[in-house]
């Protein structure tokens, strides 16, 4: 079994930065892909930003060249970068990650972040 713990997230005004991060707990298994999702209130839950294993990262277009994905394999972390927030930002952030070999996918509580104008 693998949990992802959350930390980050909060309140800021329009034009703020916050960081988000999530590990996943497990000395058994290898994570492979981490992710990051949100969603906003009356809306589906979306993909923010990924990163694999080997680096390789992937953004929605809203937040291309605001928010930054990076991850330490060493110790199974992944952060969320998130710069130049805007009010469309707001939403719940949830971490996810999928395990190497089964592919079973696992996702964090989740955590709010508000962006105010």
């Known amino acids: 079994q693998v949990s992802l713990v959350q930390s980050g997230g909060g309140s800021v005004q329009a034009g703020g930065s916050l960081r988000l991060s999530c590990t996943a707990s497990t000395t058994i298994f290898i994570i492979n892909r981490m992710a990051w999702y949100r969603q906003a209130p009356g809306k589906q839950r979306e993909l923010v930003a990924e990163i694999t294993s080997g680096g390789n990262t992937n953004y929605v277009d809203s937040v291309k060249g605001r928010f930054t994905i990076s991850r330490d394999n060493a110790k199974n972390t992944v952060t969320l970068q998130m710069s130049s927030l805007e009010p469309e930002d707001t939403a719940v952030y949830y971490c996810?990650?999928?395990?190497?070999?089964?592919?079973?996918?696992?996702w964090g509580r989740g955590t709010q972040v508000t962006v105010s104008s």
């Open positions: 996810w990650a999928t395990r190497a070999g089964s592919g079973a996918a696992y």
